[in-house]
């Protein structure tokens, strides 16, 4: 998706070539990048590349600069989070844009920072000011004179929780979960807060052939992981009284990602109640066949 925005100098057109942008997703091959990107988790590095040229004759032209000596520049902004505007931009690089030659961009993104969807904004910036004839001509130095953002979805309708790897024995040495397959790190005392700054999943690497089925996507693995946590999280709701917190609680939100949970495996929050507190291995079960991939 591209994105134009109104400014009060000349801007350029077709002076830049910008080829599409490839997303590379772990041990995959490169592919274009696209409305929606599979397969992807927290597991998962990311790297984004693409090149992008002008021709200083056109350029030159566009802008009304004529003879006038500038310099161009690539920002590159890599953001993540729902919505039309990204809720935090994870990555900024700069690179200069010279005549005739190509800027390959390539980059890296954190995984355990992204959710929901990345964002990717290209601008082509002046370098410093000039001083040029032409009003109409961009002075100022970063005026933004080329712009173009590209959103792709990585995560479904209801989203992976936000996961780590890391090695129990190193990190929880002589802790009671030290030899654990995984571990969920969350606390119910805030519903209304952010689900994917809220909650992390973290898997034992120590545990190898464990974590290789999660990465493969095993699917009973994954049933057994996301009954557990998701489990946890319902109960720990229910017990905290979060009601009216499910009433007004916004979809990305904790409490809003727990009124799904139990709107999938329960007719409403108050048989979910009367189960848990009558029947905890049916409640168990319920959400267990809930969370079945």
């Known amino acids: 998706m591209s994105r134009r925005t109104a400014a009060p100098f000349n801007r350029l057109d077709a002076a830049i ?28 590095a990311v ?33 993540t989070g729902p919505g039309d505007l990204p809720r935090e931009v994870v990555l900024q690089t700069r690179l200069p844009l010279k005549p005739g030659e190509p800027c390959a961009i390539a980059i890296r993104v954190d995984p355990s920072r992204l959710s929901v969807q990345l964002s990717l904004r290209t601008s082509v910036l002046l370098v410093s000011a000039v001083e040029p004839l032409d009003p109409l001509a961009p002075s100022r130095a970063a005026s933004r004179l080329w712009d173009e953002r590209c959103v792709t979805r990585i995560e479904g309708d209801d989203p992976r929780f936000p996961m780590e790897v890391i090695s129990f024995s190193a990190v929880f040495a002589g802790r009671p979960h030290e030899a654990a397959l995984w571990m969920l790190s969350w606390s119910p005392a805030s519903p209304g807060r952010d689900f994917h700054g809220a ?14 089925r999660v990465q493969e996507g095993d699917g009973l693995t994954l049933q057994a992981i996301m009954g557990d946590v998701v489990s946890q999280m319902c109960e720990a709701a229910l017990r905290a009284g979060w009601d009216d917190d499910f009433h007004s609680a916004e979809p990305a939100s904790v409490a809003g990602r727990v009124a799904h949970w139990l709107g999938q495996a329960f007719p409403d929050v108050a048989a979910a109640k009367a189960a848990l507190e009558n029947r905890p291995g049916e409640f168990r079960s319920a959400i267990l066949a809930s969370v079945r991939l």
Do not use: C
């Open 47 to 79: 790297s984004v590349e693409r090149v992008i040229t002008f021709d200083h004759l056109k350029a030159s032209a566009e802008l009304g600069l004529g003879d006038e000596p500038y310099a161009l520049e690539v920002l590159i902004e890599a953001g």
């Open 199 to 212: 909650a992390r999943l973290y898997l034992n690497i120590d545990e190898e052939d464990f974590v290789d």
């Open 17 to 44: 070539v910008a080829r599409p942008w490839m997303i590379t997703v772990g041990d995959q091959s490169p592919a274009p990048l696209g409305e929606i990107t599979p397969d992807w988790d927290y597991a998962s």
